[in-house]
């Protein structure tokens, strides 16, 4: 048997470690800035809705009920009015990624073992969640 025909040199049967790797540039396909995160940082999700965060998202003019820790003393400064700064919702997105490889996996279609095809989906999950 020739090494080029050996189980483990199969794409079908064996993924590599550059193989994978491999797969973030797909992963990256179709990711939006709105989406991304921010310098990689925990915590840095942005999310539309406006919170407690450490990125700015807009200064307004004071309203009933706004916390005084928000006053922008700058804009306030300058026209005399009481400003607000709002900051993007940071949340922590916790990401468990989770494949069976049974024996039962190791059964597949001409194209992968179910486990190899399970591998390729979990490395693209991974990569779109890392951005």
């Keep these: 048997m020739t090494a080029s025909?050996?189980?483990?040199?199969?794409?079908a049967f064996h993924l590599s470690g550059e193989a994978l790797m491999g797969l973030r540039h797909l992963a990256r396909r179709g990711v939006t800035p709105a989406t991304r995160t921010l310098a990689g940082l925990p915590g840095g999700i942005v999310t539309r809705r406006r919170g407690r965060g450490s990125e700015p998202d807009d200064v307004r003019l004071w309203s009933e009920g706004d916390d005084r820790r928000h006053i922008d003393r700058n804009a306030t400064?300058?026209?005399?009015?009481?400003h607000v700064r709002t900051h993007h919702d940071e949340r922590d997105r916790a990401v468990v990624l989770l494949a069976d490889f049974r024996p039962s996996m190791l059964f597949g279609t001409r194209r992968a073992l179910r486990s190899v095809a399970a591998a390729e989906a979990l490395a693209?999950?991974?990569?779109?969640?890392?951005?």
């Design 5 to 11: 025909a050996a189980p483990e040199a199969n794409p």
């Design 77 to 82: 400064a300058r026209t005399g009015i009481l």
């Design 124 to 131: 693209l999950l991974g990569w779109r969640v890392v951005g």
